[in-house]
Every structure is written in structure tokens, then in C-alpha cells.
């Protein structure tokens, strides 16, 4: 019930290209879905976030679309540039409660 | 000030060794968490405070013990660890009753 599913375990883009991450949840309470880049040796840094009113966000080069009937979401970074290689996490939560459980991580290699 | 400071960067210590991380922020979050991260892993939390206090203590071995001195201070004491502790500590704060977390950069710990 707790559970975040997230694939492709690891993703190779070329440059300018869009890399797609896809994160499927069980848990209909999750109201809150965020979503982390993590560099090498580093923390994971806040990206973008969605809650279930709305079933698209985009900041910049980077969008979440939300899918509430299927409990599924994805990110979807556009033009993809190689200082975008890192792992990507998405992550849900119950508004209020603190505890973030996260998906598995996929790492996200742009090659020129 | 939009950062989770964390330190030391790196730590070696012995399994007989004590030692303590330390975590500052100073946005005016309320909710401060230590997770662990092991190498291409998402974080697994450990500890959440909510006001000063402890909120979440997610089973986590008694050879780690935290202490929030204060509403920007979070350190993390360790005693007795064992060669599988080794990995990225993180540090995180968030706003009370809200889940956006910001995450320090983290300490790479090693037990030897």
C-alpha cells in the first residue's frame, strides 16, 4: 500500500530528446508527488511537485503529467541536456504527514 | 537562507569510535528528518522531528541517536556502528504540514 513503482531502472536519451520517468503509487491517500534530482556524492534536490487537483505542471523544461484513475505519474524533461544526467527519484505522501516514501530511482544518462 | 547545512562532508570511524553529524537550517521549518541513503538506494528515513520533538523514530538501531537542540539544529550521535552503516546521511527540513522537503548535501560515513 506504501509503495512507489518507478521505471526505467536506468534511461539513455540523446541530447535534445525527451526522457520520460514513470512512477505508479496503490496508496489513494497520497495527495503530494514530488519529484528529486540527485547528483553523484550529493542530496537529492526538490525539481518539481503535483498534487492530484491539477493533472499537468510544467516548470520550464520539465513537466509532471498526473493520472489520478490509473494512480500514476511521470516526468517528462524536454530538449534533454547533459548536465540533466543524475538519478531521478519520484516520491508521494498524505498531505500533513511528513513521511516521504520514494520510488527506486532511475538514472538518466543524456548522450551527446 | 534556503539551505540544510550538514557536517562534516565525509567521516571515517572506527566501530568502537563515537561520533556526531550535524545538521542546520535556518528557513523557520518546523519538521527536521535524518535519512540514510546506501549507494543507488532512495533514501530510507530514519528519524523525524516535528516541533523540537520526535515524531517518527522508524525502528532504527539505538547505536543511532538523535537530538534536536533547537528549532534549526539536528544532530545525529553515533555509537558502536557497524561496516553495513556505512553510507550518505541526509538531512532534511521541511515547513510543518507540508511535505516539500529540502535536503542538505550529506555526510558520506564509512565504518571501518
Known amino acids: 500500500q506504501q509503495q512507489v513503482k518507478q521505471s526505467p531502472q536506468s534511461l539513455i536519451v540523446q541530447k535534445g530528446g525527451i526522457s520520460i520517468i514513470n512512477c505508479a503509487y496503490e496508496n489513494t491517500a497520497f495527495d503530494y508527488f514530488p519529484w528529486y534530482q540527485q547528483f553523484p556524492g550529493k542530496g537529492p534536490a526538490l525539481l518539481i511537485a503535483?498534487?492530484?487537483?491539477?493533472s499537468e505542471k510544467k516548470e520550464g523544461r520539465f513537466t509532471i503529467s498526473f493520472n489520478k484513475s490509473a494512480k500514476q505519474f511521470s516526468l517528462h524533461i524536454m530538449d534533454s541536456q547533459p548536465g540533466d544526467s543524475a538519478t531521478y527519484f519520484c516520491a508521494a505522501s498524505i498531505f500533513g504527514n511528513e513521511k516521504l516514501t520514494f520510488g527506486t530511482g532511475t538514472r538518466l544518462t543524456i548522450i551527446p | 537562507d534556503t539551505e540544510v547545512t550538514q557536517t562534516p562532508k565525509h567521516l571515517v570511524m572506527g566501530m568502537t569510535n563515537k561520533k556526531s553529524l550535524k545538521c542546520e537550517q535556518h528557513?523557520?521549518?518546523?519538521?527536521m528528518y535524518w535519512y540514510k541513503q546506501k549507494a543507488k538506494k532512495p533514501p530510507e528515513l530514519m528519524f523525524v522531528?516535528?516541533?523540537?520533538?520526535?515524531?517518527i523514530n522508524e525502528s532504527v538501531p539505538s547505536r543511532f541517536s538523535p537530538e534536536c537542540p533547537n528549532s534549526s539544529l539536528l544532530n545525529l550521535h553515533l555509537h558502536a556502528l557497524q561496516p553495513e552503516d556505512s553510507a550518505l546521511y541526509l538531512c532534511a527540513s521541511s515547513p510543518q504540514r507540508d511535505t516539500e522537503a529540502f535536503f542538505g548535501q550529506g555526510t558520506r560515513l564509512t565504518v571501518v
Open positions: 503535483i498534487r492530484p487537483d491539477v
Open positions: 528557513m523557520g521549518h518546523r519538521a
Open positions: 522531528y516535528s516541533y523540537e520533538k520526535l515524531s
